[in-house]
């Protein structure tokens, strides 16, 4: 019984502990997204129009395949895709831990065990590319004008996150359908270092206001 009562404790501490823990996160997540980095950025008045993209938990930046600044194409094509037909003239970049993409393609299907191995961290992720059509405006879909040199470092920022092979190429993986594709990619996702987290120092990189910390999709949208 003592026994029993002591492991009850003990799990009870435990349990404590990981609630303080987690809640912590989230206060120095809003924190630190609230701590402006590139504080006298202003949009130009002339430049080029980028997207940041909220499906709700993950953030992502909408840039053209290919413009007079920065081109795709070599290393987003459309073969890569289940059906070429469905490349459009406008990528969805996101970035994230590989189990985590390739286990949960929807949130029915996420497990706790892969839940907690990508906030544990991971040595292996992923580049995550949705063909989508020229974006419009939407309340999860906000519209940012750069200079060209901003542009060319944000276009900079999300080739480099590319792991290429031995001949320089992208590497493919399958999607969930028919127009998004997965390619291998450099870094390590942790709790510290986040889809979002990716997403504002993609941005904060090139210049762009945005928070100083921003693991919440939460903390990157507040900007724009």
């Keep these: 019984m003592?026994?029993?009562?002591?492991?009850?404790?003990?799990?009870?501490?435990?349990?404590?502990?990981?609630?303080?823990?987690?809640?912590?996160?989230?206060?120095?997540g809003i924190g630190g997204s609230l701590i402006p980095v590139n504080g006298d950025w202003e949009e130009p008045a002339e430049g080029l129009t980028i997207y940041v993209y909220d499906n709700g938990i993950h953030t992502g930046?909408?840039?053209?395949?290919?413009?007079?600044?920065?081109?795709?194409?070599?290393?987003?094509?459309p073969e890569h895709l289940g059906d070429?037909?469905?490349?459009?003239?406008?990528?969805?970049?996101?970035?994230?831990?590989?189990?985590f993409y390739l286990e949960t393609p929807s949130w029915g299907d996420l497990r706790l065990q892969t839940a907690v191995a990508a906030?544990?961290?991971?040595?292996?992720?992923?580049?995550?590319?949705?063909?989508?059509?020229?974006?419009?405006?939407?309340?999860?879909?906000?519209?940012?004008?750069?200079?060209?040199?901003?542009?060319?470092l944000i276009a900079s920022g999300i080739r480099d996150q590319f792991a290429l092979d031995a001949q320089g190429r992208s590497q493919a993986l399958p999607g969930y359908g028919a127009s998004d594709v997965f390619y291998e990619a450099k870094?390590?996702?942790?709790?510290?270092?986040?889809?979002?987290?990716?997403?504002?120092?993609?941005l904060r990189d090139a210049g762009v206001r945005v928070g100083a910390w921003t693991p919440f999709n939460f903390g990157v949208m507040r900007w724009f």
């Design 2 to 28: 003592g026994g029993g009562m002591r492991a009850l404790r003990l799990m009870g501490k435990v349990m404590a502990t990981l609630q303080l823990a987690a809640f912590a996160f989230v206060l120095a």
């Design 61 to 77: 930046l909408i840039l053209p395949a290919t413009n007079a600044e920065a081109d795709f194409t070599d290393l987003v094509r």
């Design 84 to 99: 070429p037909a469905r490349a459009r003239d406008h990528l969805l970049f996101g970035w994230g831990d590989r189990v």
């Design 119 to 152: 906030i544990i961290g991971s040595e292996a992720s992923l580049v995550h590319v949705d063909h989508v059509a020229r974006p419009a405006p939407a309340d999860n879909v906000r519209p940012i004008r750069v200079t060209p040199g901003e542009y060319r």
């Design 187 to 202: 870094g390590r996702y942790s709790a510290i270092r986040t889809c979002n987290e990716w997403t504002g120092r993609i």
